[in-house]
């Protein structure tokens, strides 16, 4: 039988992939993208999982887009770190994550998921890490490439979910003190889960 992968808030990071403001008027559903990623650092500081965030390229594509607000995360947000390489595995992630053993998780969503989040997913998957991509929080510029990219993740072992899914995994548990403010969140969120999940997954294959 293959391993059975769960995700634990102290053994995860969130990994945030270059959504810029020069990418708005090309990505597919970017509006839509924003929404999850937004919904997902509400879940970040309730259940204090740190983020790291890259920017490919700033100087010419623009620094993470306002409407994403990274610093409500305070010391939850690990490093904003500029790249050049198309994976987010550089040599300063690779640090963090060394200076982290405890961590055996990364949940990642961004831009562009044929292309950065895929070259991203499988260099944290061959370093060893059990990866988790958001169906409702990566996107492309051509929609058509998305889900052979997701395609191409699950092959080697990633595993494709959703928001909701992966922040209720991460929760686990209903009778802990902490569950009201995740509660107010989904709730807050229902109507942006809503529109992400019909704009997002119309177009992409689940197997």
């Not at 993740?153 to 403010?181: C, H, M, N, W």
């Amino acid at each position: 039988m293959p391993a059975i992968t769960k995700l634990v808030p102290e053994e995860t990071v969130f990994f945030l992939c270059d959504v810029q403001t020069r990418f708005k008027n090309a990505i597919f559903g970017f509006d839509e993208l924003v929404l999850t990623i937004s919904k997902m650092l509400k879940i970040a500081k309730v259940l204090e999982i740190p983020v790291v965030v890259t920017e490919q390229n700033p100087k010419g594509l623009g620094s993470t887009i306002p409407d994403i607000n990274l610093p409500s995360l305070g010391p939850l947000l690990l490093a904003t770190i500029e790249k050049g390489l198309f994976s987010m595995v550089t040599p300063e992630v690779k640090a963090l994550l060394h200076e982290r053993p405890q961590i055996k998780s990364v949940v990642l969503f961004g831009i562009e998921s044929h292309v950065c989040v895929l070259q991203s997913a499988l260099d944290f998957i061959e370093a060893g890490y059990n990866v988790h991509v958001l169906a409702d929080g990566v996107s492309s510029c051509n929609k058509e490439e998305i889900p052979f990219a997701l395609a191409r993740i699950r092959q080697s072992g990633g595993y494709i979910t959703t928001s909701e899914s992966a922040a209720f995994q991460l929760q686990r548990d209903a009778g802990v003190p902490g569950f009201k403010s995740f509660s107010n969140v989904i709730k807050e969120e229902k109507d942006n889960t809503v529109r992400t999940l019909q704009k997002l997954l119309q177009y992409r294959a689940v197997l």
